[in-house]
């Protein structure tokens, strides 16, 4: 990715909403556990991946540092939110990744199971990188701003990693495939988005 633009490679269909950003500043408490329980989910997300596909060492190296790394954001989100007299809020169902995880169909092999496992996990991250980005561009908090700018170059070097494995596991051209027709699909679900005071909503 260019350094100076991560964003001009993640190739998603339909860009957020910039009026979400209206809707983030005026539930920035409720917007921050959301975001809190988003990195704890990417940890879990990571585990997963070393409990379910413990051949590939290559993955479990690079997912055992992303979990410890998902963890310190989740910590970061907390502390800020502890900086600022709140209070973790419940978790939320995430409507977004719901529907994107069962987007491929159950079955098929193993290798194609962690293919569309990966897709998924790139998509997530992407869309988490643009988002990012419109925060850190947009808010009028600046302190919170320059701590999304940090967050979206985070985001971006996790796309790249989980496409990079769906593409070295599975067939170039195959998985490329799937890789548009899972864009063109998430930009169905973001047209219903981008009207919540979620992180992906």
């Given at each position: 990715?260019?350094?100076?633009?991560?964003?001009?490679?993640?190739?998603?269909?339909?860009?957020?909403?910039?009026?979400?950003?209206?809707?983030?500043?005026?539930?920035?408490?409720?917007?921050?556990?959301?975001?809190?329980?988003?990195?704890?989910?990417?940890?879990?997300?990571?585990?997963?991946?070393?409990?379910?596909?413990?051949?590939?060492?290559?993955?479990?190296?690079?997912?055992?540092?992303?979990?410890?790394?998902?963890?310190?954001?989740?910590?970061?989100?907390?502390?800020?939110?502890?900086?600022?007299?709140?209070?973790?809020?419940?978790?939320?169902?995430?409507a977004y990744v719901h529907k994107l995880r069962f987007y491929?169909?159950?079955?098929?092999?193993?290798?194609?199971?962690?293919?569309?496992?990966?897709?998924?996990?790139?998509?997530?991250?992407?869309?988490?990188?643009?988002?990012?980005?419109?925060?850190?561009?947009?808010?009028?908090?600046?302190?919170?701003?320059?701590?999304?700018?940090?967050?979206?170059?985070?985001?971006?070097?996790?796309?790249?990693?989980?496409?990079?494995?769906?593409?070295?596991?599975?067939?170039?051209?195959?998985?490329?495939?799937?890789?548009?027709?899972l864009l063109a699909f998430e930009a169905?679900?973001?047209?219903?988005?981008?009207?919540?005071?979620?992180?992906?909503?």
């Amino acid at each position: 990715m260019d350094k100076k633009d991560p964003i001009q490679m993640l190739h998603l269909k339909l860009p957020t909403d910039p009026r979400w950003v209206n809707i983030v500043e005026m539930n920035i408490e409720e917007i921050l556990t959301d975001h809190a329980y988003c990195e704890q989910k990417a940890a879990s997300s990571a585990i997963s991946f070393i409990i379910g596909f413990p051949e590939y060492t290559e993955l479990v190296s690079e997912m055992s540092d992303l979990a410890q790394e998902e963890m310190s954001h989740f910590k970061m989100v907390h502390d800020i939110m502890k900086e600022r007299g709140m209070t973790l809020g419940r978790e939320r169902k995430d409507a977004y990744v719901h529907k994107l995880r069962f987007y491929f169909p159950k079955g098929g092999s193993r290798v194609e199971s962690l293919v569309n496992r990966l897709l998924v996990a790139a998509l997530i991250e992407g869309r988490s990188c643009e988002r990012f980005r419109l925060l850190s561009e947009e808010l009028e908090d600046k302190k919170l701003a320059r701590f999304y700018r940090k967050l979206m170059i985070s985001e971006a070097g996790h796309y790249t990693m989980f496409l990079s494995f769906a593409r070295k596991y599975g067939e170039r051209e195959v998985v490329d495939k799937k890789w548009q027709e899972l864009l063109a699909f998430e930009a169905e679900v973001m047209k219903e988005l981008s009207v919540n005071e979620t992180m992906h909503g």
